[in-house]
């Protein structure tokens, strides 16, 4: 069966730093590519991160771009997303999203909180 299992969230104030995971199981990780989105109370779902299969190419949204880190370890079938400098407007549940185009595939994890506050 397919399971997709984010951890890492928390509370952690601005400036500072967390690091998600997402361990996946149930098919051959290395064929898929892999994003995180994150969703904010009251707003809609935003991608935030992409990797390709191989971890070669990475896109990023513009509000987080030079301070996380999306990166991943096939051989450990989990993907990361290192998160440095955080803000406010970063809260939100962080959610990672596994896809593939041919065969088609895709599942999404259950999200973990990320909470940036004083």
């Known amino acids: 069966q397919v399971q997709l299992v984010a951890s890492g969230g928390g509370l952690v104030q601005p400036g500072g730093s967390l690091r998600l995971s997402c361990a996946a199981s149930?098919?051959?990780?290395?064929?898929?590519?892999i994003r995180w989105y994150r969703q904010a109370a009251g707003k809609e779902r935003e991608l935030v991160a992409h990797?390709?299969?191989?971890?070669?190419?990475?896109n990023y949204a513009d509000s987080v771009k030079g301070r996380f880190t999306i990166s991943r370890d096939n051989s450990k079938n989990t993907v990361y997303l290192q998160m440095n400098s955080l803000k406010p407007e970063d809260t939100a549940v962080y959610l990672c999203?596994?896809?593939?185009?041919?065969?088609?595939?895709?599942?999404w994890g259950q999200g973990t909180q990320v909470t940036v506050s004083l």
């Open positions: 149930g098919f051959t990780f290395s064929t898929v590519s």
């Open positions: 999203y596994v896809f593939r185009t041919f065969p088609r595939l895709d599942y």
């Open positions: 990797i390709s299969n191989t971890g070669g190419s990475t």
